[in-house]
């Protein structure tokens, strides 16, 4: 597992109340470890479908025949299972956010920790880099994805100083970023204020949160009555999205009430929050941040 340490292993499968005949889909496969885990619960006429839109993801498809890789964005679940023939399915996982193998690769732009070009695609073949963020957005569309997606409370001002540096030429790379945002990174919290500016960069570069609430709005229409939603967020943004969409099936206000007062939801929520213990944060610190939530299709 070089590639990706997949948190929460066995309890996002275990959500997933695994019939030996049915049909499964993770839908971020990365270096493969949650699906191999479904397959080792899968009988042999069990199905898998998983979903990367990351290219370097591809080489780790499995080899099993109840298998298939998908390598397209899982905000279009819904097209490419009935592509392949799957019309509803019994279960899906998803473990949301950036990978280690996305992190750890230098040239990808995702880590504080590198020197590198900006760019923080997880599909390197399409899409707007960091690069075009920082440097092309104007001023109140840079403090807004800031702001937005990072919660930075001088979201404004960090904008602004963005847009000034930038007209002394492109800002091409991590460093001559980190240096702009010197002002902004006091001691005691650099390390935080900058995961905060790369976050709300990434979630804009690849819509992130767009592609969450176009993919749960779907669930709902690819999940067999009885199936099971299991998903791990990493940030408040992420799981604020998972949680209100299990309790209400809406992102946004509530549920409209017939004449007896009772509204229909498509989900019912499975146990309480599960977070990793201590552990697993000792094996693997990216896992701290977990949130996994269980649901079960009405």
């Known amino acids: 597992m070089d590639y990706h340490n997949p948190v929460l292993l066995h309890h996002s499968v275990d959500g997933l109340a695994i019939i030996p005949d049915g049909v499964y889909v993770d839908v971020t496969f990365g270096g493969g ?3 191999r885990e479904i397959l080792k619960r899968l009988g042999e006429k069990g199905k898998l479908f998983a979903f990367d839109q990351d290219r370097d993801a591809l080489e780790n498809k499995i080899d099993d025949d109840r298998f298939v ?12 299972l009935r592509f392949n023939g799957a019309n509803k399915v019994d279960g899906i996982l998803g473990d949301f956010g950036v990978s280690s193998h996305q992190f750890d690769v230098a040239e990808r732009g995702f880590s504080t ?5 900006l760019d923080m695609r997880m599909d390197q073949n399409r899409g707007i880099s960091a690069f075009e963020v920082v440097n092309k957005y104007d001023e109140k569309d840079l403090g807004r994805v800031l702001l937005k997606y990072g919660e ?21 790379t991590s460093g001559q970023l980190k240096e702009i945002l010197a002002p902004f990174l006091p001691a005691s919290r650099e390390h935080k204020v900058l995961a905060q500016v790369y976050q709300a960069i990434r979630i804009e570069v690849n819509q992130e949160l767009e592609a969450l609430r176009e993919f749960l709005q779907q669930t709902k229409e690819v999940l067999k009555s009885g199936g099971r939603l299991s998903l791990i967020s990493y940030h408040s943004l992420e799981d604020r999205l998972v ?20 509204f229909e939801v498509p989900f019912k929520k499975v146990g309480k929050l ?21 649901a079960e299709k009405l």
């Open 152 to 172: 930075l409370r001088s979201a404004k001002k960090i904008a602004r100083t963005i847009i000034a540096k930038r007209k002394e030429g492109p800002i091409k």
């Open 69 to 80: 890789l998908i390598s397209e964005n899982f905000r279009d679940i819904k097209r490419f």
């Open 243 to 262: 949680k209100r969409y299990i309790r209400s099936g809406l992102f946004e206000g509530e549920p409209v009430k017939d004449v007896f007062g009772h």
């Open 274 to 294: 599960i977070v990793p213990d201590k552990k697993e944060i000792k094996q693997n610190s990216r896992a701290r941040s977990a949130k996994l939530r269980i």
């Open 33 to 35: 470890g949650h699906s």
């Open 113 to 117: 920790r590198f020197e590198s070009d």
